[in-house]
């Protein structure tokens, strides 16, 4: 498949804005529509990033029918992504979802149930999978360095109060759905990714600080333990009101090996000296800032990905895992018991 995609970008707030900018450097690609509640303001977005042969879309189900559209990428809010999924599967659109792709059980089964049936090619955006770290470590777990992993351990810290733009809304159940549905799901599917398996069972607590001082309407701070499937144990948490600079502090240990963030000591490097950590030159998951998160790596793999036929790793069929582990963390946190991870019909998990 050599001819150009067409590019539709629906939503023009900032994670729009990243789209854009690296869909322009890809070449074969070519935004033909943006698309927004306003067409006005669709059409402030194809001038601001100076966007030729562009059409702006106030509707929807319009901008699906736009001659020469390949490709929707879904920059709506949260609560927006399982219809606008469903219907772009059946207008026959590859489609780029930004996370989380649902906020509850059903409308997850929906959008998977649309998508297989109309066998389009999906990409959900877990973009921290193509972060120089997750790369140099995925790689050094496929040589073996770390041996067979049996613990791991991730966390998302990252404020999100009245100083951060997406607060308003994202303080709302309806539109943020949880701690880990609305930021912590990178820690979570970072750590699934480099383990490499499933996870089986989950336990939780959750807390919002005393007197809930940014107002949320869900828990802002959750710890979460995971049984996965290979027999590795695991610990994730999220915290969006720490007082804080961002952090995402990642541990990998095997029977080989240790990793934390990014150092490394292995058996099979004796010539490190004793006590000490050889370090893993790599771009490291240090910003919630979008222009600053490897959306272009994702999104080059994905036209690959499309022009091969290939099935990309982190489509929804295979990321509806996270978000099954994500709602069963918000059923143990709940309960305070430990819960079994479902499975959506017919999706199988890609983790290699």
């Known amino acids: 498949m050599s001819k150009t995609l067409g590019i539709g970008i629906v939503g023009t707030g900032w994670v729009a804005g990243a ?57 709506t809010p949260h609560p927006s992504h399982p219809a606008e999924t469903i219907l772009a599967a059946r207008a026959d659109k590859h489609i780029v979802i930004e996370k989380p792709v649902a906020l509850d059980r059903a409308a997850l089964h929906r959008m998977c149930k649309a998508v297989l049936a109309a ?10 999978r193509w972060i120089g770290l997750f790369t140099n470590i995925k790689a050094l777990l496929a040589e073996g360095k770390l041996g067979r992993l049996f ?20 303080r709302k159940r309806a ?43 869900y828990d802002t701070n959750v710890a979460a333990l995971l049984q996965f499937k290979s027999g590795a144990i695991g610990k994730c948490a999220v915290s969006i009101e720490c007082r804080q600079p961002y952090h995402f502090p990642l541990v990998l240990q095997g029977e080989r090996g240790t990793i934390v963030d990014d150092r490394i000591s292995t058996l099979d490097w004796p010539g490190v000296p004793k006590g000490q950590w050889a370090r893993i030159p ?71």
């Open 19 to 75: 789209h854009i900018a690296n869909f322009q450097k890809i070449a074969g690609t070519h935004i033909v529509a943006v698309g927004s509640r306003e067409q006005a303001r669709a059409a402030a977005k194809i001038s601001a990033h100076a966007l030729r042969d562009c059409t702006p879309y106030d509707d929807y189900k319009k901008l699906l029918r736009h001659p020469g559209l390949d490709v929707v990428v879904l920059c």
């Open 119 to 128: 066998g389009v090619q999906t990409s959900v955006c877990f973009e921290l």
């Open 151 to 170: 613990y791991g351990e991730s966390a998302y810290f990252h404020g999100i109060g009245p100083w951060y733009g997406q607060y308003e809304w994202n």
């Open 175 to 217: 539109m943020g759905g949880g701690a880990f549905l609305t930021a912590g799901c990178h820690a979570l599917d970072g750590l699934i990714w480099l383990i490499g398996s499933e996870v089986e069972s989950v336990s939780a607590m959750a807390n919002t600080s005393k007197g809930n001082p940014l107002r949320y309407e």
């Open 282 to 352: 790599a771009a490291m998951p240090d910003s919630g800032d979008v222009d600053n998160h490897p959306y272009l790596g994702q999104l080059q793999y994905f036209v690959d990905c499309i022009r091969s036929g290939k099935r990309p790793h982190n489509d929804l069929a295979s990321c509806a895992h996270v978000h099954e582990v994500m709602f069963a963390v918000q059923e143990a946190g709940r309960s305070g018991g430990r819960v079994k991870v479902q499975q959506v019909p017919g999706c199988k998990t890609l983790l290699g």
